[in-house]
């Protein structure tokens, strides 16, 4: 890794099939930073999360994500790259028949989890974070969005990942529910060294929780932009 670098891209290149989607892009995230992305649907922010998760491949230029080479990745290190990260989509991805126990362990078991007393544990120790440990039982639709979307965040913290990429987190929730999943987020990156990108069109929360913020526009990334 290159210092306190969890994302370093430089001149890179992004594409989707043959058509380029971002060019040139240079961004940079640091441990424990907390980071809005956002831009106009079509602008290229799902193409560059993916180029972070391993999904698109970067051309051109450097990048490193969690102390892994892009252009050097391979499809069996990417399983390796995806435990650094932890990922919160708007849509939950729970599984329906299963309650908030079993969708944090089956996650622990997918990523090499064997012990089950350290299992036990983890998924208690996570669920305490987001504030949620009383619902170890229950299945997801005995929740409301906000506390799916907690058991998300709690899920994507199992593996004590070095960035969490949120895409969209409060797009299905109003906006008191909102604030406290933003809240819980920004908490995460300053207690410790988690660095929290999140993907929004929402700009009354970034008014909200005024923070460094990326932007995706005509096919460029441009860091450390203001908005009215």
């Not at 999360?49 to 080479?69: F, Q, R, T």
């Not at 919160?88 to 991805?93: G, S």
């Not at 969005?145 to 709690?154: D, N, T």
């Amino acid at each position: 890794m290159i210092g306190n670098s969890i994302i370093k891209l430089s001149g890179v290149n992004i594409y989707q099939q043959k058509h380029l989607v971002l060019t040139n892009v240079n961004l940079h995230i640091d441990k424990g930073d907390f980071v809005w992305l956002i831009g106009a649907t079509g602008s290229g922010k799902s193409s560059l999360l993916k180029v972070i998760y391993g999904d698109l491949m970067a051309a051109d230029g450097n990048g490193h994500v969690c102390g892994y080479e892009l252009k050097t990745l391979s499809t069996k290190d990417i399983p390796f790259l995806r435990r650094k990260l932890g990922i919160v989509f708007q849509d939950f991805q729970l599984l329906t028949d299963r309650t908030v126990e079993e969708n944090l362990q089956f996650v622990m078991q997918a990523t090499g989890w064997k012990d089950k007393k350290l299992i036990a544990e983890r998924t208690l120790d996570v669920l305490e974070k987001v504030g949620l440990r009383s619902k170890l039982k229950k299945m997801p639709h005995e929740l409301s969005g906000g506390e799916q979307q907690r058991v998300v965040i709690a899920r994507a913290l199992i593996n004590d990942p070095e960035i969490i990429l949120a895409d969209e987190p409060t797009g299905n929730l109003d906006p008191e529910t909102s604030e406290e999943i933003i809240l819980l987020l920004k908490q995460i990156s300053q207690s410790s060294s988690t660095a929290v990108l999140v993907a929004t069109h929402d700009y009354h929360i970034i008014r909200t929780f005024p923070s460094r913020i990326i932007k995706c526009e005509s096919g460029k990334v441009l860091e450390d932009v203001q908005i009215a």
